[in-house]
Structures are given as structure tokens and as C-alpha cells.
């Protein structure tokens, strides 16, 4: 673990940040959000039978940053509340709805700031 538990913006304890290796991440995911784990191991089988076929590391990179900014999210209140803000307003208004542009925007911020924070 390369960060040090700590409390976030909202006081919550937050988990420390994972190493960014597959075994670290996948451990973190299955104390943060067990659910997702399927997910998260589909993505990764995909990951490494996509960069046998074109012989290149590309796609196991793309996945580890992937999931550690998706665990970053999950082990952050703040990101989290933001996203599932984001994403409940891009599922309940218009594409036409100035407030679904500004959520899209706002996703998107979300999943950049947690890929740099998670390196």
C-alpha cells in the first residue's frame, strides 16, 4: 500500500491507496466494493487476451489505470458522492438539459482527478 490510511474531506476513514499491481488492486476492491469484483476480473481477462493477440502491454496498462482510479474513487467519500452525483443526473435528464452537459463534465473531471491521484 503506497498511501497511508487517512480521513477524507468528510471525515471518513479512508483506505489506504493499493500498490498499482493486479494482485494489490483486486485485494482493495474486495474490501471497498465486493460487487464489482466481476467486473473487475471480466476487464482484466479482456486486458491480457487483448495484449497477447497484439503482442503489446497496452492493454494491461490501460486496465491497471482503469481500476486503480476506480479504487481511488471507491476509497475516496468525496469522489464517490461527486460521481454518483454525475451519474444521476446524466441518467434522469434530457441530453438537451444544460444540467446533463455539466454532469458529463463533471464525471469526467472525477474519473481524471482519481487516475492522477492514483498515479
Sequence with gaps: MSEPAGYGAEGAARAPRPDRSPDALRLALARLAPHRLPEMEQQKNEAFEL???????????GWLTVWAGEI????????????RAAEHS??????????????????????????????
Excluded: M
Aim: net charge negative; hydrophobic share 40%.
Design 51 to 61: 495484449a497477447a493477440k497484439s503482442e503489446s502491454l497496452g492493454p494491461i496498462r
Design 72 to 83: 481511488e474513487i471507491e476509497r475516496r467519500p468525496d469522489l464517490l458522492s461527486r460521481r
Design 90 to 119: 446524466l441518467q434522469t435528464l434530457d441530453h438537451d438539459d444544460p444540467g446533463w452537459s455539466a454532469a458529463r463534465d463533471e464525471l469526467v473531471a472525477v474519473l481524471r482527478e482519481a487516475r492522477e491521484a492514483a498515479g
